[in-house]
């Protein structure tokens, strides 16, 4: 009864993980790398108009480096999706780990 349980948890983690893994790979990065571009258009033709206007240049007003596209349900998926990325590698390192170990008592 635990066991299936256990199994069932452990199946949904790994879904889990697999669902967030693939979009962030494959639609978050480019969302977030469109909006940086369209962002920085716009500051570029706000530093062309402040040029044309005649007013005073201070390029940290233009080029803002700050975490625009992160926010606190991201931080918690990004967390969530790296700590079962740490689970899934200690389990297969263990199980070759277990497989070389059964190989080298085989070979005995």
């Not at 979009?23 to 990065?29: D, E, R, T, V």
């Not at 040029?51 to 080029?63: L, R, V």
Request: no cysteine; charged share 25%.
């Amino acid at each position: 009864m635990n066991h299936k349980i256990f199994n069932r948890i452990l199946l949904v983690l790994f879904i889990l993980f697999l669902v967030l893994y693939f979009s962030s790979n494959a639609g978050g990065i480019d969302y977030s790398s469109n909006n940086r571009k369209e962002l920085t258009e716009q500051e570029i033709m706000k530093f062309e108009e402040d040029i044309k206007n005649g007013k005073t240049i201070d390029i940290n007003s233009y080029n803002k480096n700050s975490d625009r596209y992160t926010n606190t349900l991201n931080k918690a998926i990004l967390k969530v999706s790296t700590n079962i990325s740490g689970v899934a590698k200690d389990l297969v390192s263990g199980l070759f780990s277990q497989m070389e170990k059964s190989m080298d008592n085989y070979s005995e």
